[in-house]
């Protein structure tokens, strides 16, 4: 829980999704066998034909580009006997054919280089702040030849399949000239857009002059001199390409689908202070991009938008847009990546730019862009919206008029026919699966990566695929990818599958492949937190939209690179969890893991991310922790979300029996007097405060339309029982009588608490009752404590690992209780009371994966029996807290609507009655 301070800080990344926290989730989630299997010796006479008289090699890696090249290099020096084969004549990939009139990156240089080597940081000087096609080509060639990778590559050599032999467990690679070999591990590294999406259009074979695609450029310079040019397509190769075509073109004429968001790239030469600083810190640097959302070494702020004026907005956009960096906007506020109004004040930022920029007023209204912001990659430009003031280009809006055909001497939209000596697709790409279902591959069974992904991809960490074995993607689908700066997560790839075979060899396991369950539950993770975003609520490439027949999911992780790598890590510490490993030597089978993984199938997926990201951010156990650190820590506010608006929050002190309580009152606009929610906060008597249930009790008055107040009642261990529940009737006292002052229907006020603010509220309900205090229409109780024990099957089923733990609990308890024999106190623990009759309804709400499940559960059927009316919900897949954590977990948001219209009902009952 402690964590959480921490993963604030992630949090804050706009797209990172609010998640975070506690414990081996995966260690019980995905589990690590060892399965032996009857090695075949062959003799010479059974062995199949293509086995005799292929070449044969430890592993088969395809393509030269970024990723190629560094696992080639890797694998070299660990020892294995590797090959690379290349279709292109040059290495490069990505950056040999994507050599269109303007092409550049768009991470900064600096940081757009491979960090595992010092002596190549030194070496290499970028020129600008965004390095040209040419440039960053040029730093590929040079890598190669620093670390001598051409003798092991073969250009001009295309690989048309690639098929597993289960017999033995080695994959067979056809080449272009029919040649076969032979590997026992297959390494596709064949980035992420190199299969050119160009798009069937009606005629495309008639036109009689020169068509090109962006992502497939020729070597020898293209003349636009005095030519009439079109170019489909405005996404970041189109806006690149369109300012530069322009300036040499007769006329060049863009035909758009989707105008686009871009801010301007600021480029620049770089001067050599900044060079050598870069070079001097490169070590933080690197880490801080290692640890980041993007693989670049900065960060959003933890601020939310709607936290801000729209001058205060204005302000910080601007000095954004002037920085010009690709995350630049996108990092400006915490919940742009997730608020739709947070967004629409980005969106509209940028809108207003555009209109400032473009002249003709038609031409900017054409321009528009109206998807969230930052759910396509942000696109960086250079004079882009300014080419449209020029007299030789025309912008032609394809929503309004579609190309009908492409004709021998142009194309036809639906309204015009335009003559063109050039037609140049700018279409983007066949993102992350194309470039794989390309190859052919084929796995165990016979089956197919094209028949395995037809309605969908499924792999594990993006890495591997189960009936695959021994297959490693290179920033597959799935990974963080092309949401990152790619050679961070190249790196990060290829260094995770040098360790997974030096643990291979060393162990003597012959093959790996990833497990069908542990795939699902990443597939099913990656899509909770892509639903989290905005990311998911656009058609773009990342959901596959672009591709005509492509399953529609999206396609990368946007957990973040920092939190990626540890879940990665967390993989391999434990033995390659989710892989089973086939070893050639006798081993006993180890399953330990089964039944917990059935069990955490059915863990809420996005709190299952939340559990990932706090363990992957370590620090100590809350309960080794002194209260006031543990408190410190304890900062919920990135998991639950953005605050939402409320009619008036009033802060203000009540007297109380040991001195002021402060107390928060959240009040609908409108006249009273409203119903009354008086809410105790949890966090086991020691921890918690008003911050903590800000959202949640924004949300409850908003939806129930009551005004709540929100009670920060004495904290243990400074203050122990009886204090807590002593103020916490005071407060309910002091809003029934003191209503008038606070417009409180004193006929309509209910109590309601989360864990140790459940047992208040219950406790409140029971003093109420005792000593004829204030009429209590209901108790809301959310996964409450109600008994000082921890011998219930909820605690022994999730003692660890789920938020809440048992230690954590102990630690509580015994900052609470003044003795052991306070705990037996109806007042600590209400499930001991001998009589719960003549208290008001309850509801009560439980979650599966939570220690206090049981006891909760207990109460409620002890307050039926007692004839007090219940309502009692479990939330089969969810951990404790949830409640507090509705940015990051759907059901949290869920839960507290159920608690409002239950509230509603309520008061609107007390009402008419
Ligand atoms: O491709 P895109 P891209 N009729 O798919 C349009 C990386 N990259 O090559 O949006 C008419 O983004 C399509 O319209 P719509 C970067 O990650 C990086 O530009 O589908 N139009 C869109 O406008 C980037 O995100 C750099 O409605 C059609 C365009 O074509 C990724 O590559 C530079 C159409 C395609 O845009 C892809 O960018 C370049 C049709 N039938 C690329 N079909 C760097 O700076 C498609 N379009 C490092």
Request: aromatic letters at 10%.
């Amino acid at each position: 829980m402690l964590q959480l301070l921490k993963s604030l800080t992630l949090f804050a990344i706009g797209l990172q999704l609010a998640l975070y926290d506690l414990l081996q989730v995966y260690e019980s989630s995905i589990y690590r066998k060892v399965i032996t299997f009857s090695y075949i010796t062959r003799g010479q006479s059974t062995m199949p034909f293509a086995e005799q008289h292929s070449k044969k090699y430890d592993a088969i890696v395809i393509g030269a580009g970024f990723s190629g090249l560094y696992m080639l290099y890797r694998l070299r020096e660990a020892g294995f006997s590797v090959q690379v084969y290349e279709a292109a004549p040059d290495i490069g990939g990505t950056w040999y054919f994507n050599r269109y009139p303007g092409a550049r990156c768009d991470i900064e240089s600096i940081y757009y280089n491979y960090t595992f080597s010092e002596e190549l940081l030194n070496e290499w000087e970028w020129s600008s702040k965004y390095a040209e096609q040419h440039e960053i080509l040029n730093y590929i060639n040079f890598v190669a030849d620093k670390l001598d990778l051409r003798k092991d590559i073969q250009l001009q050599t295309r690989v048309t399949s690639a098929e597993y032999n289960e017999e033995n467990q080695k994959w067979e690679i056809e080449l272009e000239n029919g040649s076969i070999v032979i590997a026992t591990y297959f390494i596709p590294a064949v980035g992420v857009l190199s299969a050119s999406n160009i798009p069937n259009i009606k005629g495309i074979d008639q036109f009689k002059g020169a068509l090109y695609h962006t992502g497939e450029w020729p070597h020898e310079k293209v003349d636009f001199k005095g030519k009439r040019v079109g170019v489909i397509g405005t996404g970041s190769s189109g806006i690149q390409a369109i300012p530069v075509i322009a300036q040499e073109a007769g006329h060049l004429t863009v035909f758009q689908r989707t105008p686009q968001y871009s801010s301007p790239a600021h480029n620049h030469p770089l001067d050599s202070e900044t060079i050598h600083k870069t070079k001097e810190n490169f070590n933080e640097i690197r880490e801080t991009m290692y640890t980041s959302m993007h693989g670049v070494p900065s960060s959003a702020s933890t601020r939310a938008a709607v936290q801000d004026t729209p001058e205060e907005r204005e302000r910080i956009y601007e000095k954004a847009w002037q920085e010009g960096g690709l995350f630049s906007l996108l990092y400006t506020y915490s919940d742009i990546a997730f608020s739709p109004e947070a967004n629409e004040t980005v969106a509209q930022f940028i809108r207003s730019k555009i209109n400032k920029t473009v002249h003709d007023p038609e031409t900017a209204k054409k321009l528009m862009p109206n998807f969230y912001y930052g759910t396509k990659r942000p696109i960086l430009n250079t004079d882009y919206f300014e080419t449209y003031n020029r007299e030789n280009v025309s912008l032609i809006d394809l929503r309004t008029a579609p190309i009908e055909e492409i004709t021998p001497s142009g194309l036809r939209t639906s309204d015009l026919a335009y003559d063109l000596d050039i037609l140049v697709f700018a279409t983007g790409f066949d993102a992350l699966t194309g470039p794989l279902l390309k190859l052919n591959i084929q796995g165990k069974n016979g089956v197919t990566l094209n028949e395995k992904w037809a309605d969908g991809t499924q792999t594990y960490l993006g890495i591997a695929t189960s009936g695959f074995p021994n297959m490693f993607m290179i920033t597959g689908p799935q990974s963080p990818s092309v949401l990152s700066n790619m050679i961070v997560s190249i790196e990060q790839h290829v260094d995770w599958i040098i360790d997974c075979l030096a643990y291979l060899k060393e162990h003597e396991v012959e093959a790996i492949e990833a497990n069908a369950e542990a795939e699902q539950m990443w597939a099913k993770q990656c899509k909770a937190i892509a639903d989290m975003t905005l990311l998911s609520k656009t058609d773009s490439w990342y959901m596959g939209a672009n591709i005509e027949g492509k399953p529609r999911e999206f396609l990368a992780f946007a957990g973040g690179v920092g939190p990626y790598r540890q879940i990665c890590d967390q993989v391999a510490s434990k033995g390659y969890e989710g892989f089973t490993l086939l070893s050639a030597s006798q081993q006993t089978e180890d399953r330990k893991g089964d039944k917990t993984m059935s069990r955490n199938a059915n863990l809420d997926p996005q709190a299952r991310f939340v559990l990932e990201q706090l363990e992957a951010l370590g620090g100590p156990p809350m309960e080794t922790l002194p209260p006031e650190e543990a408190r410190a820590g304890a900062n919920f506010s990135p998991l639950a979300g953005p605050p939402e608006k409320v009619g008036h929050v009033t802060n203000k002190t009540i007297t109380g029996p040991g001195g002021e309580i402060p107390v928060r009152i959240y009040s609908p606009e409108g006249e009273g007097p409203f119903p009354a929610l008086v809410y105790y906060h949890g966090g086991g008597w020691v921890i918690g405060d008003l911050e903590t249930v800000d959202v949640p009790c924004r949300r409850i008055a908003n939806q129930t339309n009551c005004i709540v107040v929100s009670v920060d009642y004495r904290l243990a261990p400074e203050h122990k029982f009886p204090a807590a529940i002593e103020d916490a009737y005071a407060a309910a006292k002091w809003v029934a009588n003191d209503a008038d002052s606070i417009q409180v229907d004193p006929n309509r006020i209910a109590v309601g608490g989360d864990s140790a603010g459940g047992n208040l509220a219950t406790v409140v309900a029971m003093m109420a009752r005792d000593k004829s205090g204030p009429a209590i229409v209901r108790q809301i109780l959310l996964y409450p404590v109600t008994n000082h024990t921890f011998d219930t099957n909820s605690y022994e089923e999730n003692d660890d690992g789920y938020f809440l733990t048992t230690a954590m609990m102990k630690w509580f308890w015994n900052h609470y209780l003044r003795d052991e024999k306070d705990g037996e106190n109806p007042y600590a623990s209400p499930l001991l009371a001998d009589d719960l009759s003549g208290l008001p309804p309850a509801f009560v709400i439980t979650a599966g994966f939570d220690p206090l499940r049981d006891e909760g559960e207990a109460y409620a059927e002890r307050l039926k029996a007692a004839g007090v009316p219940v309502e009692k919900t479990r939330y089969d897949s969810m951990i404790h807290g949830f409640c507090w954590m509705p940015g990051a977990i759907e059901q949290g948001k869920n839960a507290l609507d159920h608690v409002a219209s239950t509230l509603k009902r309520t008061f609107d009952f007390v009402e008419t009655t």
